[in-house]
């Protein structure tokens, strides 16, 4: 199972450990794609603060990201598991999975990026602020640059097996499953069930909806659960107390859409 992430906005602070060794990081494949990005970021946040801020979109607020960012090459580094923070994380809290779940989370799952394409939980990042939907002046708008490299590793790194895909928009838009490995692909909704005057009525959540998606993650990985192709996947999160309705692709080629339905919303 390959379980597909996005990035959080806010980030831990880089760590005390070595500095970026981008020869490290899993995806080789994705190297040559990465190495353009970073070395137009450091050169952009190096520069003109008021160019990078306003490339980055960033308030004054953050202007301190530029600095960050300019650092990135000598900056301390932590596992990217760590790295990332905000809803999603804090629900999938992988510090407090016991050692198997962790295992099978740094082989499962995979975190997209607009600096890195995709990272494993494991690769040492430093903290950055770079989202996929940044232009940059001279690489371009970061969803295209990562389309054609995401499309030559992706399928590899699926191995055949059930792909989760829990991403945004934004970081969907770098890479959307082809073929048959769009066939095995699970795209994931949550719902909020109300009733009201004796109708249920849904609505999608937001907020919420980054947590319920970390804590799917979460139980999958706590129950060991590998499940090989979507109809298998909605079975196991129904077996963990899930409310889930898959919709089947109506056509060949396309992702399963499953819609997780909650009455409270935490």
């Given at each position: 199972?390959?379980?597909?992430?996005?990035?959080?906005?806010g980030?831990?602070?880089?760590?005390?450990?070595?500095?970026?060794?981008?020869e490290s990081?899993?995806?080789p494949?994705l190297?040559?794609?990465?190495?353009?990005?970073?070395?137009?970021?450091?050169?952009?946040?190096?520069?003109?603060?008021?160019?990078?801020r306003?490339?980055?979109?960033?308030s004054?607020?953050?202007?301190?990201e530029?600095?960050k960012?300019?650092?990135?090459r000598?900056?301390?580094?932590r596992?990217?598991?760590?790295?990332?923070?905000?809803?999603?994380y804090?629900?999938?809290?992988?510090?407090?999975?016991?050692?198997?779940?962790?295992?099978?989370?740094?082989?499962?799952l995979?975190?997209?990026?607009?600096l890195?394409?995709?990272?494993?939980?494991?690769?040492?990042?430093p903290?950055?602020r770079c989202?996929?939907?940044?232009?940059?002046?001279?690489?371009?708008?970061?969803?295209?640059h990562?389309?054609?490299?995401?499309?030559?590793?992706?399928?590899?790194?699926a191995?055949?097996?059930?792909?989760l895909?829990?991403?945004?928009?934004?970081?969907?838009?770098?890479?959307?499953?082809?073929?048959?490995?769009?066939?095995?692909?699970?795209?994931?909704?949550?719902l909020?069930?109300?009733?009201?005057d004796?109708?249920?009525?849904?609505?999608?959540?937001?907020?919420?909806?980054?947590?319920?998606?970390?804590?799917?993650?979460?139980?999958?990985?706590?129950?060991?659960?590998?499940?090989?192709?979507?109809?298998?996947l909605?079975?196991?999160?129904?077996?963990l107390?899930?409310?889930?309705?898959?919709?089947?692709p109506?056509?060949?080629?396309?992702?399963?859409?499953?819609?997780?339905v909650?009455?409270e919303?935490?």
């Open positions: 199972m390959l379980v597909l992430l996005p990035p959080s906005e980030k831990a602070p880089s760590g005390r450990g070595a500095p970026l060794k981008p990081l899993s995806l494949g190297a040559e794609a990465r190495r353009a990005v970073l070395d137009e970021l450091v050169e952009l946040c190096a520069g003109d603060e008021d160019k990078a306003e490339v980055l979109g960033l004054e607020g953050l202007r301190g530029i600095a960012n300019a650092a990135l000598t900056a301390g580094t596992p990217a598991g760590e790295v990332y923070t905000g809803v999603l804090d629900a999938l809290d992988l510090a407090s999975l016991d050692p198997a779940a962790k295992r099978r989370a740094g082989r499962s995979l975190v997209f990026s607009g890195w394409g995709a990272v494993r939980i494991g690769d040492r990042i903290s950055y989202s996929m939907g940044v232009k940059l002046p001279g690489t371009g708008a970061l969803a295209a990562w389309r054609a490299p995401m499309a030559a590793v992706l399928p590899e790194a191995d055949g097996g059930l792909v895909d829990l991403r945004s928009s934004a970081y969907a838009s770098a890479w959307k499953p082809q073929g048959e490995v769009a066939e095995r692909t699970a795209t994931v909704r949550v909020h069930a109300r009733t009201v004796g109708v249920e009525k849904r609505s999608v959540v937001s907020h919420f909806n980054k947590a319920t998606k970390g804590r799917i993650v979460r139980s999958l990985l706590s129950a060991g659960a590998a499940p090989k192709d979507p109809a298998r909605t079975e196991a999160l129904r077996d107390g899930h409310v889930v309705e898959a919709r089947a109506k056509r060949a080629g396309t992702p399963w859409t499953l819609d997780v909650v009455r919303i935490h």
